[in-house]
């Protein structure tokens, strides 16, 4: 069935550090790629989404490129900031209105 | 546009006790989804509702979970009984039927501690 796998947390980095959270998926067909982003005591807002092959998400100063080679969704940010420590879900779905299916989870903070 | 609201925030029971969740999806919304996230784990879809039919309830443990929406607007979660298991974050997102109908707005949640 489809997944989605991302590496586990917890992730610390120092404000202005490069960013890299590992996303990959299994899927049949051409799904739609999402990262969303929880921040303490909220819930999931969409952070980017990617819906084709070869796509780049991006939003805030993070990127996503849905590589279908490598079944692949990798989150990336040039420099992290305080403000970005919150706990980010890859997540998958096949069609439109359909069922998401997200991974675990990866917390991140920031540290000044 | 208002966002997804929920209520309770934040409930504690015993267990065999009974809960029950609300939710208001965005105005227009068709699709309105419920979720349970365990800490530390994503998100899992319990049901799916498209307008005020289900579309997928295959993870709702119907022996003791029970969701309507009536007049395809609003959404209740009940559980009833609670077991301890059933401590977690109770999301409910709704989506827009169109092109962009895979993007999922969530609610702040329901934290729910049962004791």
């Known amino acids: 069935g489809d997944s989605v796998t991302q590496m586990e947390g917890p992730v610390t980095l120092s404000e202005e550090a490069f960013l890299t959270i590992n996303c990959t998926y299994t899927a049949t067909g051409y799904p739609s790629l999402f990262w969303y982003v929880q921040y303490p005591g909220e819930g999931l807002q969409l952070l980017l989404k990617a819906t084709k092959a070869d796509d780049k998400g991006s939003n805030k100063g993070f990127e996503a490129t849905y590589r279908k080679e490598t079944t692949s969704f990798h989150l990336e940010k040039g420099s992290v900031q305080v403000s970005d420590s919150a706990v980010y879900f890859c997540?998958?779905?096949?069609?439109?209105?359909?069922?998401?299916?997200f991974g675990t989870g990866t917390s991140l903070t920031v540290i000044p | 546009e208002a966002g997804v609201a929920q209520s309770p925030r934040y409930k504690i029971i015993e267990k065999r006790q009974s809960v029950a969740f609300w939710c208001n999806p965005i105005s227009g919304h068709a699709t309105l989804y419920w979720y349970q996230q365990i800490l530390g784990q994503g998100p899992k879809l319990l049901i799916q509702f498209q307008n005020n039919g289900v579309v997928d309830d295959s993870q709702l443990p119907k022996d003791r979970f029970s969701a309507e929406r009536l007049k395809g607007v609003d959404s209740t979660l009940k559980i009833q009984p609670a077991k301890l298991e059933d401590s977690a974050v109770y999301l409910c997102?709704?989506?827009?039927?169109?092109?962009?109908?895979?993007?999922?707005?969530f609610g702040p949640g329901t934290r729910l501690t049962v004791t």
């Open positions: 997540a998958l779905s096949r069609n439109t209105g359909n069922q998401f299916y």
């Open positions: 997102a709704s989506s827009f039927q169109g092109i962009n109908s895979y993007e999922q707005y």
